[in-house]
């Protein structure tokens, strides 16, 4: 858990250059090695804390203010009152709040500030821990030790709480979704830093080794795919020969009709209501083209006749089975550009910057997409299979069964 927050990279960084935080790992070295756990120590983390407590405080209470609204001061009023029914009253005015759909995501974000809260409070180690010792972890006799020391020294590090800034939902780089905690909330903290897009990250990603030959392999497993085998491999050629408009023009068509092949996987297998006016056997066949009245049903359960994929990902229900960031990148940016790209409109788009873009979306977009249909269908066989196979492989099978 602590090294999925913070780095060993970040830990080695302030432990070099952070004086106090420095002077704190030798105080836990100590704790462990004597053991006993030290009340300096303890009366050092909830000085730190403070500040990260009230912040997050904050945040609840901003989103209290969203769910609320106008009875948010008035259930102030009232919880500040000396009224001997206040409790029964705020209940009853919580309740609609509470079962509002609409309201969901927003408690979701404070169950999690509240689980942050918690941590920050909690000193990181206990008596039994320190009498017990540690185990080293990657050949670091000291690994434990030295989180711990971060985590008294700096609070916050070991939470989420930076993606609850009212900040953080300008970032554009949040939809990357596939980095660890530590790694996206560096990029966050150097675009707050220098108001620079830390894009370099995307194409060193990119050209970091075996990422596009894993890339290829990953698409072959997908039927879909394999079938356009030829075109994933040129885009990786091109990516490397740096034909970087090569590259934005042939997987933009790639990334759409995965996005429609979803859909109808959703319909088929999930019994979602989506593509209305069209009958397919299966649903990596399917092809929107291939129906000439094809209409969607939208989250309102109204018909949109001529629909785009833009419709697609962001009127129905296949926005509540994607990252709502990953949505949000495709309506607002990726979809914005497509159509002076493809229609010739535009002749400055094709940076290596921009080519590591759309690659790296669309393999977060196979991996998120592909992983659930394998998962899924794989349940859906296993009480069915009694021999030794790679159960994965069903969901690869491009049979009408």
């Known amino acids: 858990m602590l090294i999925s927050l913070v780095s060993d990279k970040e830990i080695e960084y302030y432990l070099e250059n952070e004086d106090r935080c420095s002077e704190i790992y030798d105080m836990v070295v100590s704790d462990f090695d004597n053991g006993e756990v030290s009340e300096e120590l303890k ?14 405080d904050e945040l609840i209470e901003d989103r209290k203010q969203k769910i609320y609204g106008e009875k948010y001061q008035e259930m102030q009023d009232i919880q500040a009152s000396d009224r001997n029914n206040k409790d029964e009253i705020l209940e ?32 990181p180690y206990s008596q039994s821990d320190v009498e017990e010792g540690t185990r080293a ?13 971060v985590q008294i020294w700096n609070p916050e590090l070991h939470t989420t709480v930076y993606s609850s800034e009212e900040e953080y939902d300008e970032f554009p780089l949040k939809w990357l ?3 660890p905690i530590h790694q996206d909330r560096l990029l966050y903290r150097q675009w707050q830093d220098t108001g620079d897009l830390p894009e370099e990250y995307l194409v060193n990603e990119v050209q970091s080794e075996g990422y596009l030959d894993n890339l290829y392999a990953e698409t072959q497993k997908v039927p879909f795919f394999q079938e356009r085998g030829d075109i994933i491999e040129e885009i990786v050629d091109n990516y490397r020969d740096e034909r ?11 990334i759409e009709s995965f996005v429609w092949i979803y859909a109808a996987y959703l319909q ?3 019994n979602e209501e989506i593509l209305l006016n069209a009958n397919f056997n299966h649903f990596w066949r399917f092809n929107p083209r291939d129906h000439d009245n094809l209409s969607l049903k939208n989250t309102e359960g109204n018909e949109m006749e001529s629909p785009s994929v833009k419709d697609l990902i962001s009127e129905t229900v296949v926005q509540d089975y994607l990252n709502e960031d990953m949505v949000e990148y495709f309506v607002d940016e990726l979809f914005v550009e497509r159509n002076p790209i493809l229609h010739g409109n535009v002749s400055d788009y094709h940076s290596k910057i921009e080519a590591s873009k759309k690659i790296v979306f669309f393999n977060n977009l196979l991996d998120r997409v592909t992983g659930e249909i394998t998962e899924d269908l794989a349940e859906q066989v296993e009480d069915a299979v009694d021999f030794e196979t790679d159960i994965s492989d069903f969901a690869t099978q491009d049979s009408d069964s």
């Open 43 to 56: 009366s050092i983390h909830e000085e730190n804390a403070e500040p990260v407590l009230e912040k997050i």
């Open 92 to 123: 009853r005015i919580k309740k609609p709040f509470k079962e509002d759909p609409a309201n969901e995501n927003l408690w979701t974000e404070i169950n999690i500030l509240e689980k942050d809260k918690k941590r920050v409070k909690s000193f």
């Open 137 to 149: 972890i990657s050949g670091d006799e000291r690994a434990k030790e030295k989180h711990y020391a």
């Open 177 to 179: 979704t596939h980095l």
């Open 244 to 254: 970087f408009a090569s590259v934005i023009n042939l997987i933009l068509p790639q």
């Open 268 to 270: 088929e297998h999930k």
